[in-house]
T-cell receptor
């Protein structure tokens, strides 16, 4: 069965650089969620999209932005990177908002040097 | 803030049932109990969810107390591959759906 695809799987950036993470949801899933998991931490919700519109916002820094495109894939843009942004970033998708289980991707490991 | 309380760690012998408790004493009437697990740095994996009735699927059973203030996830025959952090999450059904992860229980299945 198709799963959530995230790219790249690993990314190394310098401080103050920008990064773009991509997420391709399971086909026919219209809802995408982004989570951040710092070292030794639990996943924290960042932002979600439903039918290409922002649905909910969590603890996402102002330096981060995200969008969902017409093909339902989503991109998380991160600017002015800080050391503390080093984390695993998970994308999840669900068939529709709220009611269904979320299917998580394998994550992107971002390292900021 | 997470609305659930779970023990930080538990051990279970391989082949035995693993019973993972969760307290959610402030749960509201429209809130569901979801269980996810995360195997070492992989993406979290959905296990099961319920509102007030007990639920069973191919992975696990979920027992919710009558007052809905606590629940237990049961893995009937734990294997080494079930070693993971298990998260109990309370969230309103039909809402935005974002998951608020608490501390979870680190389950170690031992041979």
């Amino acid at each position: 069965a198709a799963g959530v695809i995230q790219s790249p799987r690993h990314l190394i950036k310098e401080k103050r650089e920008t990064a773009t993470l991509k997420c391709y949801p399971i086909p026919r899933h219209d809802t995408v969620y982004w989570y951040q998991q710092g070292p030794g931490q639990d996943p924290q919700f960042l932002i979600s999209f439903y039918e290409k519109m922002q649905s909910d916002k969590g603890s996402i820094p102002d330096r981060f932005s995200a969008q969902q495109f017409s093909d339902y894939h989503s991109e998380l843009n991160m600017s002015s990177l800080e050391l503390g942004d080093s984390a695993l970033y998970f994308c999840a998708s669900s068939l529709t908002k709220g009611w269904d289980e979320q299917f998580f991707g394998p994550g992107t490991r971002l390292t900021v040097l | 803030d997470a609305k659930t309380t779970q023990p930080p760690s538990m051990d279970c012998a391989e082949g035995r049932a693993a019973n993972l408790p969760c307290n959610h004493s402030t749960i509201s009437g429209n809130e569901y109990v979801y269980w996810y697990r995360q195997i070492h740095s992989q993406g979290p994996q959905y296990i099961i969810h319920g509102l007030k009735n007990n639920e069973t699927n191919e992975m696990a059973s979920l027992i919710i107390t009558e007052d809905r203030k606590s629940s237990t996830l049961i893995l009937p025959h734990a294997t080494l591959r079930d070693t993971a952090v298990y998260y109990c999450i309370v969230t309103p059904g039909g809402s935005q759906g974002n998951l608020i992860f608490g501390k979870g229980t680190k389950l170690s299945v031992k041979p």
